[in-house]
T-cell receptor
Framework: GEDVEQSLFLSVREGDSSVINCTYT??????LYWYKQEPGAGLQLLTY?????DMKQDQRLTVLLNKKDKHLSLRIADTQTGDSAIYFC???????????FGTGTRLQVFP | GAVVSQHPSWVICKSGTSVKIECRSL??????MFWYRQFPKQSLMLMAT?????????EQGVEKDKFLINHASLTLSTLTVTSAHPEDSSFYIC????????????FGPGTRLTVL
């Protein structure tokens, strides 16, 4: 079945860039998403990329997709303390209209 | 726009009782709603997909008689946890989507269920 993996934890200094990585197994993925979850809250869609793209930039966020290696990354430039949260990648395949979520990466930003 | 609400935001109940959680799309009509479960420090696991006016489709391993889902209107879906037990304690999150098969899912804020 589909499997989406992320590193569990990332700690960065305020002002530095953060890079959160994600690997997936479903080669038929159509869309790949990045969500942010703050403590005790639901998920907020940050950005997404279609599978025929290899990069997408949206203000401080840059998504890179290596479809050959099934590797997705999210780069947050000039990371701020308000970026501290759990970040989930998710993929969506052709045949199912459901999202498969990664394990989540907890980003901690320190001053 | 595209706001999804859940009620209640948290609930504590005794073992053996049933709990109903509501998921509402406030400013759009949702043809499809999804229910997820999230254990502490873990990812979201899809429980079921519900389309308005039809029976929900449950993921493998999810007991449909225990987790009753009703999607009676385009703006409301409910999840009822029947005969709740402590192992049902979790964070339940719903999401709603406008178009069948396409479109972004908008997530609710979640409901924390604690079963004593």
């Amino acid at each position: 079945g589909e499997d989406v993996e992320q590193s569990l934890f990332l700690s960065v200094r305020e002002g530095d860039s953060s890079v959160i990585n994600c690997t997936y197994t479903d080669s038929s993925s159509t869309y790949l998403y990045w969500y942010k979850q703050e403590p005790g809250a639901g998920l907020q869609l940050l950005t997404y990329i279609f599978s025929n793209m290899d990069m997408k930039q949206d203000q401080r966020l840059t998504v890179l997709l290596n479809k050959k290696d099934k590797h997705l990354s999210l780069r947050i430039a000039d990371t701020q303390t308000g970026d501290s949260a759990i970040y989930f990648c998710a993929e969506r395949g052709w045949e199912a209209d459901k999202l498969i979520f990664g394990t989540g990466t907890r980003l901690q930003v320190f001053p | 726009g595209a706001v999804v609400s859940q009620h209640p935001s948290w609930v504590i109940c005794k073992s053996g009782t049933s709990v109903k959680i509501e998921c509402r799309s406030l400013d759009f009509q949702a043809t499809t709603m999804f229910w997820y479960r999230q254990f502490p420090k873990q990812s979201l696991m899809l429980m079921a997909t519900s389309n308005e006016g039809s029976k929900a489709t449950y993921e493998q391993g999810v007991e449909k008689d225990k987790f009753l889902i009703n999607h009676a209107s385009l703006t409301l879906s409910t999840l009822t946890v029947t005969s709740a037990h402590p192992e049902d304690s979790s964070f339940y999150i719903c999401s709603a989507r406008v178009l069948a098969g396409e479109g972004e899912q908008f997530f609710g804020p979640g409901t924390r269920l604690t079963v004593l």
